[in-house]
């Protein structure tokens, strides 16, 4: 992992669940002077107590790590509330519903903030039967090109990733789609809201 659980989370943890030092380091089985170490930096909990101490704690092991509480406020998932995570080191594309703390590569991945489409990045798409054909205007070298283009409708998500020097086109099935998203690997993601629009060929 790119970073480790701090002191200072420990204790801000430990005080949010009520617990006292003495309390938490019976969970661990270990002394509460290893506890007060922990907390005041003169020392680290070993790896092998990061499960554990995230169980006590009430937390995931990521959220310790990070420090970052991911709290649950969309228990009944909504499509729309789709987030895209995109690894800088392998490529690879993660998809979520909602808030989620994601991490590839000993990464920890910040949610991809998507923009309306502009003009160097349109997004258009024409009905072709039952499918939306999507096409992205845009370069596909080896170094600028779209990562990925996605479907998203009220009940699911389609994902087509895309390599440089291919073509920024995918075709989607129409079933309930309501936005389309395009990643370029260098400006970020870029998203065309679909609503009754799609039966037609549409720029943004």
């Not at 020392?43 to 959220?63: N, R």
């Not at 990070?66 to 690894?87: D, E, I, L």
């Not at 996605?150 to 020097?165: C, N, R, T, W």
């Amino acid at each position: 992992m790119n970073n480790y659980v701090t002191g200072a989370v420990i204790r801000a943890l430990r005080e949010g669940k009520g617990l006292t030092q003495e309390a938490l380091a019976a969970k661990l089985h270990v002394s509460g002077k290893a506890v007060s170490k922990w907390e005041t930096g003169r020392g680290f909990p070993d790896i092998s107590l990061l499960e554990p101490l995230a169980a006590a704690l009430d937390v995931s092991v990521m959220e310790l790590l990070s420090g970052v509480p991911v709290q649950n406020r969309n228990k009944s998932a909504k499509m729309t509330r789709s987030r895209f995570y995109v690894c800088p080191v392998c490529g690879n594309v993660i998809h979520a519903v909602g808030e989620a703390m994601v991490s590839c590569c000993g990464i920890t991945l910040p949610p991809l903030e998507p923009e309306t489409a502009d003009e160097e990045h349109p997004i258009a798409l024409e009905a072709v039967e039952d499918e939306y054909y999507v096409t992205v205007e845009h370069s596909m070298t080896k170094t600028h090109y779209i990562s990925f283009l996605a479907a998203v409708s009220d009940d699911g998500i389609q994902i087509v990733k895309l390599y440089p020097e291919g073509g920024a086109e995918a075709r989607f099935k129409i079933n309930r789609v309501q936005r389309l998203y395009a990643c370029c690997n260098r400006h970020g993601l870029f998203q065309l809201s679909v609503g009754r629009q799609g039966a037609r060929t549409v720029r943004q």
